[in-house]
């Protein structure tokens, strides 16, 4: 899974490459990383080819809103994406959204329980969970349920949440009050047939700490499983047979990433195809390579970032036909 500034990367690289300039605004409440990369870049680059603006939401809808821009691309939640393509539609700008996610993990009855509990652990509570492609629902075949949920809770239970410059430390806190606030409020509202395993507490008196958090015993329909919580949270559900899994797995209005664990590689194949994600990893999750496209389905956004594709979608194509006597 990528940090911030190679997130940045993967949006100017393409952009450079063609010739172009960008102007660059990261998030107000993670400004840091950005601003690094724009004074490393500063040292090669001409001046105004690569331009760095830091601000507020104001900020950002006044770059959004100027004529000179052609192209927006956002990565963020979608309410912000949909926020965006609300203030780019008055001049048709052309937009590339990477929103938000909830990416759903499929342990089959055939997979090895360590290996995919271990799997989960490490992309689902990376970066404290705050990462688009996390691995935060996991739907686990029946037979291989409790023996998987035990594994996952005595994973996550050895994470250790602390400051991140701390080498004890496997994650760091949530990025701010608010979101804090979301993903506690969401713990709080569990349904009573939903189960705390472990975790689901604050760590700590001061700062934005939670801890690893394992919830099973939950519904298709729950809150906390339809929303992208956005934090180290994984939730559990069963499953019994492959179409109630692909179900499950869909019933989301995100479509960004997913990942299925299994032995057979002709199942893993099909199920591939009925997922309705952007991205689909088999018996791993949150890999990302440069050859290969990312970018998301249905309220997840659309465009690619990273491979060939991504040239296509930040650049224009211009049709130039001439007769030769």
Not at 4 to 15: C, D, G, H, R
Not at 152 to 178: C, K, M
Not at 254 to 261: D, H, K
Request: charged share 20%.
């Amino acid at each position: 899974m990528p940090n911030k500034s190679m997130m940045a990367v993967w949006k100017i690289s393409p952009v450079l490459a063609a010739g172009n300039t960008v102007v660059l605004k990261p998030a107000e409440s993670t400004p840091t990383t950005t601003v690094l990369l724009a004074e490393i870049a500063a040292e090669v680059l001409p001046a105004g080819v690569l331009n760095t603006v830091v601000g507020d939401r104001d900020t950002g809808r006044a770059l959004v809103e100027h004529p000179a821009a052609r192209l927006v691309s956002v990565t963020g939640s979608t309410r912000a994406g949909a926020q965006v393509a609300k203030s780019a539609s008055d001049d048709l700008k052309r937009l590339h959204l990477e929103l938000g996610g909830n990416a759903p993990v499929l342990v089959f009855d055939d997979a090895d329980v360590a290996d995919s509990a271990a799997g989960v652990v490490a992309a689902g509570f990376l970066n404290a969970g705050q990462d688009c492609t996390a691995a935060t629902r996991v739907i686990v075949h029946d037979s291989v349920h409790d023996a998987f949920v035990t594994e996952l809770s005595r994973l996550a239970a050895e994470q250790v949440t602390g400051r991140p410059s701390a080498e004890a430390s496997d994650f760091g806190p949530l990025n701010n009050a608010d979101q804090f606030a979301r993903v506690t409020g969401l713990l709080e509202r569990l349904p009573a047939h939903a189960k705390v395993e472990t975790g689901g507490h604050r760590v700590g008196e001061r700062g934005y700490f939670l801890a690893p958090t394992v919830v099973s015993g939950l519904r298709a329909d729950d809150e906390i499983v339809l929303e992208e919580v956005f934090g180290p949270v994984v939730t559990v559900q069963r499953f019994t047979d492959e179409a109630e899994a692909v179900e499950l797995a869909n019933g989301v209005e995100q479509g960004l990433a997913s990942s299925v664990w299994t032995r057979d590689h002709a199942r893993a194949l099909r199920v591939s195809g009925g997922l309705d994600f952007g991205a689909v990893w088999v018996n791993t999750h949150g890999d990302l390579l440069s050859e290969m496209p990312h970018g998301g389905f249905k309220r997840s956004g659309y465009g690619k970032d990273l491979s060939a594709y991504s040239l296509e979608d930040y650049t224009r194509v211009k049709h130039v036909m001439s007769s030769l006597d």
